[in-house]
C-alpha cells in the first residue's frame, strides 16, 4: 500500500491530467466555421457581445470635416448560459499503483469530449431550430423576408431522405447563390467569400462522400451556375460535416472565411472540485472524484453568413 503523502501525490497528478486535458480541448473545425467561439469570460447568467453593422463598401466623402455623416448602427447580441456539471470518478484502488493515473485519465478524456460534444450539439440544435428562433432583425433566423434577402429555399428532389449526387450538388449551389445575392442597397455583403461548410444529416453520407470525393465540387458547381455568376466561384473552397442529429431533409451552407459567424457560442469552465482520499465519500465508496462546471451557451448572430436549404418531393 503507498503512504498518505504517495496517495496524494497520484490524485495530484491525476487532477492536473484532467485539467490539462481541459484546457486543452479544442471543437472541431466545422464547428469554428460556424460560430464565433468564446471559452473565457461566459460565467453568470448571460453575456452581452456588442458589435457594428458595418458596410464592406467606400462611400463618397462628405466635403470639410462639417459634412453629414451617419454613424453604424450599434447592436447587442446577447448569449444566455446553462450550467452543466460533468465528472471524473477516481476508483482508490487506482492510487496503488503508478498506471492508475493513465486509467483515470483516460477516462477523464472521455468526459471532456462529452463536454466538446455538447457544445457541438448546440451548434446543431441552433441550426435545427433556425427556423423559430430570431436573428438580430426580430425575423426568425431563416426566412425568406430578411431585408437584405432571403437565406431559405426549398428545392425538389425525388426523395428528401436520400437525394442523389446530381440533387445535393444543386441544393449546394441554390443555398451559395442565397449567400451571394444578401445586399444592403448596392452593397453586396458577402462579395469575395470562398470558403464554404456545408453541414447535412448523416443519412446523407452516401450522396456527400460521392460528391465531395469523386468530382472537382467547382468545376461541379459552375455547371449548375448561369454564366454571370460562373466566374464567382473561381477560386472557391467547400467543404462538409455530416451529424445524426440533423434529421430533418435540409442542409445549411455557411460562408466561413469571415470574422462574423452565424452563431456564437461560449463556454467557460467554473468551479472544480476534487473529493480525494479523505472524502467521505472517497472512505465510504472507495471512490473518489473530480468535478467540474461548465458554463455555455449559443445564439444566432449573422444570418446572412448562411443558408438553409428544405428538401422536397418534387412535383
Not at 457581445?49 to 455623416?69: D, F, I, T
Not at 450538388?169 to 458577402?190: H, K, P, T
Amino acid at each position: 500500500m503507498p503512504t498518505f503523502s504517495e496517495a496524494q501525490d497520484r490524485i495530484d497528478l491525476i487532477v492536473q491530467s484532467i485539467i490539462e486535458d481541459l484546457r486543452n480541448a479544442t471543437l472541431p473545425q466545422w464547428a469554428l466555421d460556424l460560430a464565433y467561439f468564446s471559452d473565457r469570460d461566459a460565467a453568470g447568467s448571460a453575456v452581452d457581445y456588442p458589435w457594428l453593422k458595418v458596410s464592406g463598401q467606400l462611400r463618397a466623402a462628405p466635403e470639410g470635416m462639417q459634412g453629414e455623416r451617419v454613424p453604424p448602427k450599434t447592436y447587442v447580441t446577447r448569449v444566455g448560459n446553462q450550467r452543466k456539471q460533468m465528472s471524473v470518478p477516481i476508483p482508490m484502488s487506482s492510487l496503488r499503483r503508478n498506471s492508475g493515473a493513465a486509467y483515470v485519465s483516460s477516462m477523464a478524456q472521455e468526459q471532456v469530449k462529452a463536454g466538446v460534444n455538447h457544445l457541438t450539439g448546440l451548434i446543431v440544435d441552433a441550426l435545427a431550430n433556425g427556423g423559430t428562433y430570431l436573428a438580430y432583425d426580430d425575423l426568425p433566423f431563416f426566412s425568406v423576408d430578411h431585408v437584405t434577402g432571403p437565406n431559405t429555399a426549398e428545392a425538389d428532389v425525388a426523395n428528401p431522405l436520400a437525394p442523389t449526387e446530381d440533387e445535393l450538388l444543386s441544393a449546394v449551389a441554390d443555398a451559395m447563390v442565397l449567400i451571394q445575392a444578401q445586399r444592403e442597397g448596392e452593397d453586396f455583403l458577402n462579395r469575395g467569400l470562398q470558403q464554404y461548410r456545408v453541414v447535412m444529416p448523416f443519412k446523407y453520407l452516401k450522396a456527400a462522400n460521392g460528391l465531395f470525393s469523386s468530382v472537382n465540387i467547382v468545376e461541379a458547381l459552375k455547371s449548375t451556375l448561369g454564366t454571370e455568376q460562373r466566374g464567382r466561384v473561381d477560386g472557391t473552397n467547400v467543404a462538409y460535416s455530416l451529424d445524426p442529429a440533423l434529421s430533418a431533409s435540409e442542409i445549411f451552407v455557411a460562408a466561413t472565411d469571415s470574422n462574423f459567424k452565424p452563431l456564437i457560442l461560449q463556454r467557460e469552465y467554473e468551479d472544480m472540485q476534487v473529493l480525494g482520499i479523505e472524502s467521505d465519500q472517497a472512505k465510504k465508496t472507495g471512490m473518489g472524484e473530480f468535478i467540474f462546471t461548465q458554463s455555455s451557451g449559443i445564439e444566432n448572430w449573422r444570418y446572412e453568413r448562411i443558408a438553409r436549404i428544405q428538401l422536397v418531393t418534387g412535383a
